[in-house]
């Protein structure tokens, strides 16, 4: 248990305002949660999740674990400005989010928590919980429909 908040603590770091201009207009994105989870592939990549006009999820995967960070914007983001903004939060982001990699697989973590859960909007929060659950069911998180 004391292990895993050292993620607890490497998360808090990652709870911030970034300040962006998009198409002429000054927008501010807040990182209000942040989850973990231990997956099979060790391979790098990232992916958003559209979860309203204002809120969305941005997942960055490394070295067997993919760390999801959901994200308040304080105005409208157009799905145009994703790569853009993608690219500035990825650069920002992935040294802190490297330092909770390597601190998770330093701990031999093996699970999936929600580290970070900072006011997050109803929405936001339920976006992030189910992707939670989806993980500890063994299921991808890129599936958008269940067979019943």
Do not use: C, W
């Not at 992916?47 to 490394?62: K, M, R, Y």
């Not at 900072?118 to 976006?127: G, H, Q, R, Y």
Request: net charge negative.
């Amino acid at each position: 248990m004391n292990n895993i908040l050292h993620l607890y603590s490497l998360a808090q770091e990652l709870a911030r305002d970034l300040v962006f201009e998009v198409d002429g207009e000054v927008v501010t994105l807040s990182i209000k949660g942040v989850l973990i989870a231990k997956i099979s592939s060790t391979s790098y990549n990232f992916s958003f999740f559209e979860v309203s006009e204002d809120e969305f999820i941005l997942a960055l995967q490394a070295s067997g674990y993919i760390v999801y960070l959901g994200i308040e914007s304080d105005s409208e983001i157009d799905e145009e400005a994703y790569s853009s903004i993608g690219r500035i939060l990825i650069s920002e982001l992935m040294p802190y989010v490297n330092v909770l990699i390597s601190k998770a697989k330093e701990v031999n973590y093996s699970g999936a928590d929600i580290l970070l859960d900072d006011d997050m909007s109803p929405t936001l929060k339920e976006a992030m919980y189910e992707i939670l659950m989806k993980h500890r069911k063994g299921k991808s998180p890129y599936e958008q429909f269940e067979i019943a």
